[in-house]
């Protein structure tokens, strides 16, 4: 069973930084694509980035282009997503996400067989 523990949340003000990170329990990290999601309060869950296996090919919300970066470190068994230029509509707890479908659209919350619990982001305008 695959464990997946959020970490990185916080408070900031409007323009700043923060850097989630995501730490996979299992032993084969690298067969697993990797999504960021995340879910405003009263809002649906809402895809923010994903990663391939190897980090070779991302995907993005378009509202976070330019500003957010996924990327996997397969040594540490961990995703980050990099958030710059933070805005007041980025607020939200963010969710890590897991697939061994990588062929599949990871833009879709349903191909994810694994969830962490989430990290709440704040941000301050």
């Known amino acids: 069973q695959v464990q997946l523990v959020e970490s990185g949340g916080g408070l900031v003000q409007a323009g700043g930084s923060l850097r989630l990170s995501c730490a996979h329990s299992?032993?084969?990290?690298?067969?697993?694509?990797m999504g960021w999601f995340r879910q405003a309060l009263g809002k649906e869950r809402e895809f923010v980035a994903a990663?391939?296996?190897?980090?070779?090919?991302?995907h993005y919300l378009d509202s976070v282009k330019g500003r957010f970066t996924i990327s996997r470190d397969n040594a540490k068994n961990t995703v980050y997503l990099q958030m710059n230029s933070l805005r007041a509509e980025d607020t939200a707890v963010y969710l890590c996400?897991?697939?061994?479908?990588?062929?599949?659209?990871?833009?879709?919350?349903?191909?994810?067989?694994?969830w962490g619990q989430g990290t709440q982001v704040t941000v301050s305008s």
């Open positions: 996400a897991a697939t061994l479908e990588w062929w599949s659209d990871l833009r879709q919350s349903g191909v994810y067989d694994y």
């Open positions: 990663v391939n296996w190897n980090g070779g090919s991302t």
């Open positions: 299992g032993h084969t990290f690298g067969a697993y694509a």
